[in-house]
């Protein structure tokens, strides 16, 4: 079975560095690939997805995310956090008509 | 343009009742999604379904029940409530993946067994 596996349960981060969220499938055929996040008390909400094409996916409020086929990797990436990125970040993979999730990462960021 | 809308926001049921969380969508999309979330344990999905008359389990199906006899409607069903499944409920929707889009998530039911 697929599966989505996100290594970093809980990331603390001071304002302007630099952020990397891992994210690794199982899947070895073709996937669509996402991120998204859940702001406290919200709901999900898209950052980026990749279907095909340039591995390097951009998204909004300035994420970005490289899928790297031979590592079966997906990871989310910010050069700058702010303190408004606090909040948890899922991945997921699209086959076969599911939508598997990770376990997702809770970000926080000091000022 | 509503999107997903679930019902109700909140519950708290006893041991043994049952409910049924409520879920439409009005994107006209053929495949939709019930997920519950839990602290640490991401989403995980119950049961999905890919159009009207059609529904099939995901990761955690056992304990609830689903149909699916409309496009916009995707009602999911406790039938004996168990405090294990204590959680978040998200409904989610979206077309096939052919056309290459994301999934639209309701705001959520937090369901509360006690």
């Known amino acids: 079975a697929q599966s989505v596996s996100q290594h970093n349960h809980h990331v603390i981060l001071s304002e302007a560095a630099s952020l990397e969220l891992g994210c690794n499938y199982s899947?070895?055929?073709?996937?669509?690939l996402f991120w998204y996040v859940q702001y406290p008390g919200q709901h999900l909400q898209l950052l980026l997805k990749?279907?095909?094409?340039?591995?390097l996916v951009k998204g909004i409020k300035g994420f970005e995310a490289e899928f790297i086929k031979s590592k079966f990797s997906f990871n989310l990436r910010k050069p700058s956090v702010q303190w408004s990125d606090t909040a948890e970040y899922f991945c997921?993979?699209?086959?076969?008509?599911?939508?598997?999730f990770g376990t997702g990462t809770r970000l926080q960021v000091f000022p | 343009n509503a999107g997903v809308t679930q019902t109700p926001k909140f519950r708290i049921l006893k041991i043994g009742q049952s409910m049924t969380l409520q879920c439409t969508q009005d994107?006209?999309?053929?495949?939709m999604y019930w997920y519950r979330q839990d602290p640490g344990m991401g989403l995980k999905l119950i049961y999905y379904?890919?159009?009207?008359?059609?529904?099939d389990k995901g990761e955690v199906p056992n304990g609830y029940n689903v149909s699916r006899s409309t496009t916009e409607d995707f009602p999911l069903r406790l039938e004996l409530a168990a405090p294990s499944q204590t959680s978040v409920y998200f409904c989610?929707?979206?077309?096939?993946?052919?056309?290459?889009?994301?999934?639209?998530f309701g705001q959520g039911t937090r369901l509360t067994v006690v």
């Open positions: 989610a929707s979206s077309y096939s993946i052919g056309v290459r889009t994301e999934a639209f």
């Open positions: 899947y070895g055929g073709t996937v669509n």
């Open positions: 990749y279907f095909s094409g340039d591995p």
């Open positions: 997921a993979v699209y086959n076969t008509d599911k939508l598997i």
């Open positions: 994107m006209n999309h053929n495949y």
């Open positions: 379904s890919v159009g009207a008359g059609i529904t």
